[in-house]
């Protein structure tokens, strides 16, 4: 897999206020082209937290955006993530950025980042997931949240979109 092009990297973070962001956490960093976006136009006062399990990667992002003191990049595992926000003291996040497949995740990583999602997203906040299977998940992800936006980005090799979704449902 390549990583994410411009285009659906700006599609992630498309929706985000930034002069009002508190808190952002992005699962699966790659090689940062997200990271990348958020380090451009994220205030100081915005806490940053990046999950990647892959080594080389998150030693990557280290050495890239290290220099930004209120990012917190991590070789941890998703599954984790309620555990890496409580260690850090964040009890609320405006928005999760993903670039994992979350439909074909394992149901026990898929729960554990839905659980955490209830928890600690704020009422505006957001899950923006990229997708390189356009419109096919849609009906999953209204499983699981009250809204769903879906945005096609012919721009990405291979094509892609990004679903931007509002409102975990309780159960899920």
Request: aromatic share 10%; charged share 20%; with cysteine.
């Amino acid at each position: 897999m390549a990583p994410s092009s411009r285009w659906l990297s700006e599609a992630v973070v498309a929706n985000i206020d930034w002069k009002n962001v508190k808190a952002i956490v992005e699962l699966g960093g790659g090689t940062g082209p997200i990271t990348r976006l958020i380090a451009e136009r994220a205030p100081a006062s915005c806490v940053v937290v990046v999950i990647e399990r892959d080594h080389d990667f998150a030693a990557l992002l280290r050495k890239r955006f290290s220099h930004h003191t209120n990012f917190h990049i991590l070789q941890d595992d998703v599954r984790h993530l309620g555990r890496i926000l409580a260690q850090l003291n964040i009890t609320e996040v405006d928005h999760i950025l993903s670039g994992l497949p979350s439909p074909s995740l394992p149901i026990d990583v898929r729960n554990a980042v839905f659980r955490v999602a209830r928890q600690v997203l704020t009422p505006t906040g957001t899950f923006n997931n990229i997708t390189e299977v356009p419109w096919y998940y849609k009906r999953w992800y209204h499983r699981h949240f009250h809204h769903v936006q879906f945005r096609f980005i012919p721009r990405n090799i291979p094509p892609g979109g990004v679903y931007y979704c509002r409102g975990v449902k309780a159960t899920s």
